[in-house]
C-alpha cells in the first residue's frame, strides 16, 4: 500500500512545507511531528503549502491553528498556501483560522511577506 501523504522540507530563513495528498486523524500528528522538527529557531517562519493536498479535516485543521500558536511563541511566523479556487480554502475560510494565520495563493507571495514582516 502507498502512502496517501508527503511532506517535504526546503529553505534556510523561511521554511517550505509541501504537504501532499490527505491529512486526517491518522496522520495528523505524524505531520505536526515532522514540521515542528522541521523549523529551526534560527528560521523566521514557516509556509505550509496546501496546494497538493486533497483532503483536510478537523484534525488537519486543529495541526495548522497549533501550529500557528506554537510559532508565535516561537516568535516565528506561520503562512499557509491555498490556491484560490482549491475546495480546501473554503473549509480553511469558514474555521476562521485567516483571522490568526495568514492564507495566501502562492509560496512565493507567503515567502515575501515572511521576510518583509520579519
Known amino acids: ?3 496517501l501523504w508527503g511532506v517535504t522540507l526546503s529553505g534556510d530563513d523561511v521554511v517550505v512545507a509541501r504537504l501532499t495528498g490527505e491529512i ?3 496522520n495528523a500528528s505524524d505531520i505536526a511531528d515532522q514540521l515542528g522538527a522541521g523549523v529551526p529557531n534560527s528560521a523566521l517562519g514557516l509556509v505550509v503549502d496546501l496546494t497538493a493536498t486533497s483532503y483536510l479535516d ?3 485543521v486543529h495541526l495548522l491553528f ?3 500558536e506554537r ?3 516561537r516568535q516565528q511566523q506561520l503562512y ?3 490556491p484560490m479556487d ?3 480554502r473554503r473549509v480553511l475560510r469558514i474555521v476562521n ?3 490568526s494565520v495568514p492564507l495566501m495563493a502562492t509560496v512565493e507571495e507567503a515567502e515575501a511577506s515572511i521576510r518583509a514582516n520579519a
Open 1 to 3: 500500500m502507498s502512502e
Open 24 to 26: 486526517d486523524l491518522s
Open 97 to 99: 483560522l485567516g483571522d
Open 86 to 88: 482549491a475546495p480546501i
Open 71 to 73: 510559532l508565535t511563541r
Open 58 to 60: 478537523s484534525s488537519g
Open 66 to 68: 497549533d501550529l500557528g
Open 80 to 82: 499557509v498556501v491555498v
